[in-house]
């Protein structure tokens, strides 16, 4: 590993790739994307969706790379260096505790649903999923979230490997990981997208997915795809701000915030390339919402041709995408305090996930034990909400966003046009005006618009 200062340094821009498209590519992309394509029209969501990664997602993406390399710190303390290098406010160390913030709220449900995918991966594999009827799905799904012990061991488990990879540190650890993991994870898709085509209504699928009806292109259909690629690419919670500060400075900003994004968005096509077919093929709906994962697919799996060892896969995949993602948001916050503390590394890491386990209590017992507790009713907007509705509400309708436009606030208007030049080193004169423009006044009127319905 290079040293840089006190900066590490990703080994290769290969690696650092590898890395930066495992942090994006999570349940957001395949569970997420799948159901929010199904009820909002197929083709007309998606075109929608590939728009929002371009003028969207690419702007404020490369705007906190540019903002990590510039201060080669945790979020925290990029903040405090650039204070010093191009004289902004000390205040703004500020928006690193929010964004730290709104990471450890996100992973703390997070690890909690990416123990459910554990769960199904066993399950699967022992065939216990054969022959489910949209009675008999629902009812193991419901039985596994009343089961708090069963849910507390699955999110453990999945916070001990999140552990274990993070405290080795970014060579050992994380690019050693990402390293075989995202290249893995695009395989299973492959694999999965090729058996698709040969067991279910592949065309079909392509015609929902391609085949845009521009009719159905409403205000909710394009919130919902620009809303879809800001939290797919996790913006604003400065995972990527960490991720640039660990970038090498030979490697192109743009261009890997382009292929990031754009690799993000194939993972997502990839999944409903995949998912689709088999809805289709056994006679489900696409419009099945957030349980056409976890209640709707087991049903096709328990019915196909190897269904078990499918099932398996799939939700292997789902494994692998949520843990590329977690350990990117869990570095997040690690880097802070193994700047700031006299701990090391591991012990800080150790210490991160114990908390994270107590905290995402809350969202296991929220399904269960705390069901029934809504413990801020008094306040309309958060009225009814459990425990977890509010770690989730706060976390990803507040505090990301907020980020977001903050992002954008600091990398096209804070940091001089001398320095967004020097980091970016775009030479084509329109390019920069043109990834300035949309990072000043595009990207955060879309976010504040997101914000803004997510509020309602």
């Known amino acids: 590993m290079e040293e840089k200062g006190q900066s590490k340094i990703w080994s290769s821009n290969y690696l650092f790739l590898l890395a930066s498209i495992g942090s994006t590519v999570g349940l957001s ?9 199904g009820e909002n029209g197929g083709g007309a969501f998606v075109i929608i969706y590939v728009i929002s990664l371009i ?8 705007a906190e790379l540019m903002i990590g390399r510039r201060g080669g710190k945790s ?13 902004i406010s000390k205040h703004w160390q500020y928006f690193g505790w929010i964004a730290m913030t709104g990471v450890f709220l996100i992973l703390s449900f997070y690890c909690v649903i990416a123990g459910w995918t ?7 594999l022992l065939g216990n999923l054969n022959h489910l009827d949209s009675v008999s799905a629902v009812t193991y799904y419901n039985n596994i979230l009343s089961n708090p012990g069963r849910m507390m061991l699955t999110q453990g488990i999945f916070i001990l490997a999140n552990v274990w990879i993070v405290a080795k540190g970014v060579q050992a650890g994380l690019e050693k990981s990402l390293g075989w993991m995202t290249p893995a994870l695009f395989v299973i898709l492959f694999a999965l997208v090729i058996y698709a085509m040969f067991t279910g209504q592949f065309i079909k699928s392509i015609e929902f997915l391609f085949y845009p009806d521009f009719s159905k292109i409403t205000p909710k259909v394009i919130l919902a795809a620009f809303g879809q690629a800001f939290f797919s690419l996790g913006i604003g919670v400065g995972v990527m701000l960490t991720y640039g500060a660990y970038m090498p400075r030979t490697s192109s900003i743009l261009r890997s915030a382009a292929i990031i994004s754009f690799s993000d968005g194939l993972a997502s096509i990839l999944a409903g390339l995949a998912i689709f077919p088999i809805v289709f093929q056994y006679g489900l709906s696409p419009a099945e919402g957030p349980g056409l994962i976890f209640m ?4 096709a799996f328990g019915q196909m041709p190897a269904g078990s060892i499918i099932g398996a896969l799939f939700f292997l995949l789902l494994v692998f995408a949520a843990l590329t993602s977690s350990i990117s948001l869990l570095e997040s916050i690690i880097s802070h305090f193994e700047e700031v503390s006299k701990l090391g590394r591991k012990m800080i890491t150790i210490l991160a ?4 386990w107590l905290v ?28 977890f509705g509010l770690i989730d509400y706060f976390g990803s309708n507040i505090l990301m966003p907020i980020g977001g436009i903050l992002i954008a606030v600091i990398g096209g208007w804070l940091l001089s046009k001398t320095s967004s030049r020097d980091e970016l080193r775009i030479g084509n004169d329109m390019v920069f005006l043109v990834w300035r ?20």
């Not at 992309?29 to 394509?37: D, S, V």
Request: aromatic share 12%; no cysteine.
């Open 353 to 356: 996930g114990i908390l994270l």
């Open 55 to 62: 003028v969207m997602g690419i702007p404020i993406l490369g």
């Open 118 to 124: 554990l769960d199904y991966t066993v399950t699967s």
């Open 75 to 87: 979020t925290v303390g990029t903040m405090l260096v650039l204070s010093e290098k191009e004289g």
């Open 360 to 387: 995402g209590l809350g969202t296991v017992f929220s399904f269960n034990i705390w069901s029934g507790f809504t413990p801020l009713d008094v306040i309309r907007p958060l009225r009814g909400k459990t425990v």
């Open 29 to 37: 992309n395949i569970w997420r994307f799948t159901y929010l394509a």
């Open 296 to 299: 709707t697919l087991p049903i």
């Open 437 to 456: 423009f949309l990072v000043r006044f595009v990207a955060p009127a879309t976010v504040l618009a997101i914000f803004i319905t997510n509020l309602s």
